[in-house]
């Protein structure tokens, strides 16, 4: 693909990335060294880069010892399986916010393990400096979940024909859809014109209907079921 075209839209995404990552402390591990140099040189604008790596190896060892925020990691590493280091690294730090990027978007088996192992957001490799990741880097970070666009048949396959056990009002629809975009209660309360109080009431009202044991599994089952809208990417300014 010629991204010659592109090459100012390109540097836009960037610089919001860069302010997206603000203060972070990140680890990074992807096989294309090339992607990651490129990815650490502009993360470091702005984040803490703890780690760089390329196996799968690294990747838990800098995660035990960092404790980073977020951990971006390509599906194709040079020694490990990407995918599942990333549900590893997850299970056993729930707190870790994982982006995984995906070169091979033919393993399905792979992808769908990853959605139920609790990956934060998948994107495609090929997405890089598009607004797919610009937004999955917004939502992630945040705390929101984020699957690029052509893997969502997958992370809907199974559940079509599931969905709460009580039905959401109108309002518990709207803090969820916040809630998957990353949306912290603060903020959910300032544009929803409603008291801290009231965006928890209805944060407990609908973990309790789905039922889900936290917002991110609320926010999971609200996209796994078609409840809400994904967040797409933001247009470039």
């Given at each position: ?10 540097e ?20 294309n ?26 990747a ?16 194709v ?15 056993s ?30 994107v495609?490799e ?57 949306e912290?209660n ?5 544009m ?18 789905l ?27």
């Amino acid at each position: 693909m010629d991204f010659t075209p592109l090459l100012d839209e390109l540097e836009a995404h960037t610089q919001r990335s860069r302010e997206l990552l603000r203060d972070g402390r990140l680890v990074l591990c992807l096989g294309n060294r090339a992607l990651l140099s490129l990815l650490a040189q502009q993360a470091r604008q702005s984040a803490r880069v703890l780690a760089a790596n390329t196996t799968a190896r690294e990747a838990s060892a800098a995660v035990a010892s960092e404790k980073p925020d977020m951990l971006v990691i390509s599906d194709v590493l040079e020694q490990g399986d990407g995918i599942e280091t990333a549900i590893a690294l997850k299970a056993s730090h729930p707190e870790l916010r994982v982006l995984l990027l995906i070169n091979r978007q033919h393993r399905l088996h792979a992808l769908r393990r990853a959605i139920a192992g609790d990956c934060d957001g998948l994107v495609l490799e090929s997405s890089f400096g598009s607004g797919a990741l610009l937004a999955a880097l917004r939502v992630v970070s945040g705390g929101g979940i984020f699957v690029d666009k052509p893997l969502r048949r997958e992370f809907r396959r199974g559940h079509e024909h599931a969905g709460p056990r009580q039905s959401l009002s109108e309002r518990e629809l709207q803090v969820l859809a916040m809630v998957a975009a990353g949306e912290t209660n603060v903020e959910i309360g300032k544009m929803l014109f409603l008291s801290p109080d009231t965006v928890k009431t209805h944060l407990s009202n609908l973990l309790d209907k789905l039922p889900a044991r936290d917002r991110t599994h609320a926010a999971v089952l609200g996209l796994r079921w078609g409840l809400i809208d994904w967040p797409e990417a933001e247009p470039c300014r």
